[in-house]
């Protein structure tokens, strides 16, 4: 049975994350079988490198499927894109791929962007895609704070309560952090790289960074928060708005030749 990868990208905002959800609650796995659904009947799963929560959006997210019919993967990208074009949801790349390709399994790496943008008129074009906060943040007092978190470290601070991984141990590889001019004030962007990431990981490492950027915080006591292993610990989690699944990495690049 063939098997192809798929290259998505979506804006988060109407679904109930990526994963399909019980009764009629919108997400983007169902919208994506249920797309498959028009082009070969029968029930279709496919799995995805991570499990986007309500809100976030993704411009790398990849799945993988198994069809029946070997299609050609440019027709099945053109097919895909027309069945679902009543939701923002787009399939940018499909390629043929091994059957021992695995989406989640076979990945190396995860990378993931926040957009934080400070001012204090409402934003309009990027409503739902930035979290917004009112004052500029300190850049370096970020950084600095960021420092502490790479590296392998028991995250047991950043992780949700209700997080189903193994254990709380993850070696995050970078995170670079940048500023940018933004009508009226000014936008930040985090931008993480780790082999995989305990549940809302990300949202709360940006969360705590936000205090240590707006000064509540001093950058040490971030480290301290990570060692405290302890939940209670963390800042305040960010808002999913901002957050982007950017790219997924694998041993060799199923896409390079797409």
Not at 15 to 38: C, M, N, T, Y
Not at 41 to 58: E, K, L, N, Q, W
Not at 79 to 106: C, G, I
Not at 188 to 205: C, D, G, P, T
Request: hydrophobic residues 40%; glycine residues 8%.
């Amino acid at each position: 049975m063939p098997r192809f990868a798929l290259l998505i990208e979506y804006d988060g905002g109407p679904f109930h994350g990526w994963q399909r959800q019980p009764g009629d609650q919108p997400s983007v796995q169902r919208a994506i079988e249920d797309a498959l659904g028009k082009l070969q009947p029968g029930p279709h799963t496919i799995a995805a490198a991570g499990r986007t929560d309500s809100g976030v959006h993704a411009t790398g997210q990849v799945a993988h499927c198994d069809l029946i019919k070997d299609w050609d993967p440019l027709k099945l990208a053109g097919a895909l894109n027309a069945h679902l074009r009543k939701w923002p949801v787009s399939v940018l790349a499909v390629v043929a791929v091994p059957e021992d390709f695995h989406a989640r399994f076979s990945a190396i790496e995860r990378r993931y962007l926040f957009r934080v943008v400070a001012r204090r008129a409402p934003v309009t074009y990027d409503a739902g895609r930035v979290w917004q906060v009112l004052r500029p943040l300190d850049l370096e007092a970020m950084r600095a704070g960021a420092a502490h978190l790479i590296g392998k470290h028991d995250f047991t601070t950043f992780r949700a309560v209700h997080c189903q991984a193994k254990s709380p141990v993850k070696t995050l590889d970078e995170i670079v952090i940048t500023q940018h001019a933004y009508p009226s004030g000014m936008e930040y962007r985090f931008a993480l790289r780790a082999r995989s990431f305990l549940h809302n990981q990300v949202r709360s490492i940006i969360g705590t960074l936000d205090r240590v950027g707006s000064g509540a915080w001093q950058p040490d006591q971030v480290k301290a928060a990570l060692e405290a292993q302890d939940r209670a610990a963390c800042g305040p989690v960010s808002p999913p708005d901002g957050l982007y699944m950017t790219g997924v990495g694998y041993p060799v690049d199923p896409f390079a030749a797409a």
